[in-house]
């Protein structure tokens, strides 16, 4: 099975810095895209940034400049750096992943999340 565990939320003053980690683990035979998603209460769940395999990038203008997504291939984890942080980026911040896995004989593509982690953003 396939887990994805992250790490680094907490409370961070405006203005401050936090960075987060995602972990993948598993029987992974490639991670296509690895991604951060939030959720604040009462709102959907948005895009905060993703990165591809080829390293590609791709931010919503909320967060453009001031968080940056990268990743570790070698050890399936994606960091997401969040400086500026603001108190509308308080949310719960989930991992996200495209994993090739092989299934029942198969190689498949699968989508993953991980459990969220809280980022509270406050004087």
């Known amino acids: 099975q396939v887990q994805l565990v992250e790490s680094g939320g907490g409370l961070v003053q405006p203005g401050g810095s936090l960075r987060l980690s995602c972990a993948a683990s598993g029987n992974i035979f490639n991670i296509y895209v690895m991604g951060w998603y939030y959720q604040a209460p009462g709102k959907q769940r948005e895009l905060v940034a993703t990165?591809?395999?080829?390293?590609?990038?791709s931010y919503p203008d909320s967060v453009k400049g001031r968080f940056t997504i990268s990743r570790t291939n070698a050890k399936n984890t994606v960091y997401l750096q969040m400086n500026g942080l603001k108190p509308e980026d308080t949310a719960v911040y989930y991992c996200?992943?495209?994993?090739?896995?092989?299934?029942?004989?198969?190689?498949?593509?699968?989508?993953?999340w991980g459990q969220g982690t809280q980022v509270t953003v406050s004087s």
């Open positions: 996200y992943a495209e994993i090739g896995v092989v299934l029942l004989g198969t190689r498949r593509r699968q989508s993953y």
């Open positions: 990165i591809t395999d080829g390293g590609d990038t």
